[in-house]
């Protein structure tokens, strides 16, 4: 196996991501480490806020979203996983398992940021981040999640099926082009092209292809048991949990209610779906989800 680098050239004309490179090494195991590459904007002082990315994205889709967040008062990090971005990215699917990009996230926050933070989740962001608030709770001041769960099993939707299946077996799997199509509105080719960038070449895909298959939503899956041990830990959650779900995407809509009806902190809060606003919803409504964010954490008491 190799752990493969992005060249930092493919990075050169990226639209509207104007902010600093910040590394981390992770320990990936069996002797293997790997360089990840995160966001720090705002007063290394302010109340941290974690952004966690999903499938098959990276930290460029919270370009909209960060300036509003810093300029709130927050110091904003938005780390790109292992496999995705600018981090480095081994070559070998096998190797990606959840519990690993679970290890290697918290190797991440407990190095960068290990004080009480706000958090946002989105796709695998969420399946990462609320497991990761299950085993922590007291590290997670406030919570907004949009378009994820924590799955233990059960049984697929078809259009969950049908990614699945795209994911394994295209002969052509455009990144770009992707984002784009689970998106409400329409992005800009040089937007498709940053969403590209990180995937010179199909060997650099092995983690985004890795993925889907890596989520629990079948019994005896691998993560099914370790997600069921979460869930008592994260219903117990009481502080601020909030929803933000966009009603245009066909594989997570409805999954917020599982969350609501489950998770303490979440009663009373102004949940809402969102219109005009597909699976990416940092693309579609960022300031939305901004305000959202603020909102909670002004409520945790973790923002003035």
């Not at 958090?119 to 990462?128: A, I, R």
Request: proline content about 8%; hydrophobic content about 40%.
């Amino acid at each position: 196996m190799e752990i493969l680098r992005t060249p930092a050239e493919r990075f050169s004309d990226i639209p509207d991501y104007p902010f600093e490179e910040n590394w981390f090494e992770v320990d990936l195991g069996e002797g293997l480490t790997a360089r990840q590459h995160y966001v720090d904007e705002g007063d290394r002082a302010a109340p941290p806020l974690l952004l966690f990315h999903g499938e098959p994205s990276w930290s460029f889709l919270y370009r909209k979203m960060i300036p509003v967040l810093v300029d709130a008062g927050f110091r904003v990090l938005a780390p790109d996983l292992i496999g995705f971005g600018k981090s480095d990215k081994p070559d070998d699917i096998e190797f990606y398992t959840y519990a690993r990009h679970v290890d290697w996230l918290k190797q991440w926050r407990a190095a960068v940021e290990p004080r009480p933070a706000a958090l946002f989740v989105q796709d695998w962001g969420g399946l990462l981040g609320l497991r990761m608030l299950a085993h922590e709770p007291h590290l997670f001041a406030c919570v907004v999640a949009s378009n994820t769960f924590l799955p233990a099993g059960g049984s697929p939707s078809e259009a969950f099926l049908a990614w699945r299946e795209f994911s394994r077996s295209s002969p052509d799997f455009a990144i770009g082009p992707l984002l784009d199509r689970a998106t409400a509105t329409k992005r800009s080719q040089a937007e498709i092209a940053a969403y590209d960038a990180p995937f010179p070449s199909e060997e650099y895909k092995a983690g985004a292809r890795a993925f889907p298959s890596l989520v629990p939503v079948e019994d005896g899956m691998e993560g099914v048991k370790e997600n069921k041990e979460a869930w008592p830990a994260l219903a117990a959650y009481d502080r601020p949990f909030l929803t933000l779900f966009g009603e245009d995407d066909p594989v997570t809509k409805g999954s917020e209610k599982f969350l609501i009806e489950r998770i303490a902190g979440a009663a009373g809060q102004p949940h809402r779906t969102l219109s005009g606003c597909g699976h990416f919803s940092q693309e579609d409504r960022p300031e939305e989800l901004a305000a959202g964010v603020i909102d909670m954490a002004r409520k945790a008491g973790h923002l003035a």
